[in-house]
């Protein structure tokens, strides 16, 4: 499933061209995917207005406009993509939102595990899908080695689980709670209340190091996830445990062992990590 560098490449490349564009036309080809679709909702916010700003909050674009805001969320096999007008629609092409140019974007969900949702102005922080997410640990305003361990305290899960759990931090997904962890040299099944002030400092730096990392290299992919252009990421060539099983770690040389959190895969060195 994409994590924050993936949807922050996206929100980038989606950006750099819509703001000051206003969509034509916006078309829907299924009133639901994960949930139901709210298409006239969209459409007064979308069509003849100009984008004005594009975010991201956690996993999901924002696309504003003065009317409000269409959400995305890609969920395990969603693509943003710009296309050309007169390019064959691709099957699970869910929605297009075309620009007066005559390129447009296209939603295409296979799994249809994604969201296409309306967010009024005034509910930015309010909204279902927004309110109860952590913090953005790439805001420069947010003391991440501080939030983390206030957090923590009462936590006895595993600190891999704990930092995947989106009301404490979001975008810290299996890949990047895995690969901070072994930056960090720190065990990921170590509990979180266990792991120290000092350690959440390093932990921290990790965090953002992988994190900024990876959005430089255009995210990761490892099945489906694709930029505004329909170009996979490339950091999983810079992964260092994360589905490297059995092979030497590239620290000490000891082998990547994979055992299971909370139903999900965990890479660690036995070594590097005890």
Known sequence: MPELPEVETLVRGVREELVGQSFVNVSFFRADIREPIPVARLKEILTAQPVHSVTRRGKY????????ALGVHLGMSGKFVLSEKHEPHVLHTHAIFELGDGRE?????PRRFGRLFSIETKELDLHPFLAKLGVEPLDLGVNLQKHLFVDSRSRSQGVKVF???????????????SESLWRARINPHTSAKQITLKMYSKLSQKIIEVLSEAINAGGTTLRDYRNKDGNPGYFQTNLAV???????????????IK???AARSTYQCPVCQK
Do not use: W
């Open 105 to 109: 974007f296209r939603f295409i969900d």
């Open 242 to 256: 994360y589905g490297r099983e059995a092979k030497p770690c590239l620290k000490c040389g000891a082998k990547i």
């Open 61 to 68: 674009m924002l696309i504003h406009t003065s009317q409000g």
């Open 163 to 177: 930092l995947m759990d989106s009301s404490v931090v979001v975008g810290v997904g299996n890949i990047y709670a």
């Open 259 to 261: 055992t299971t959190q």
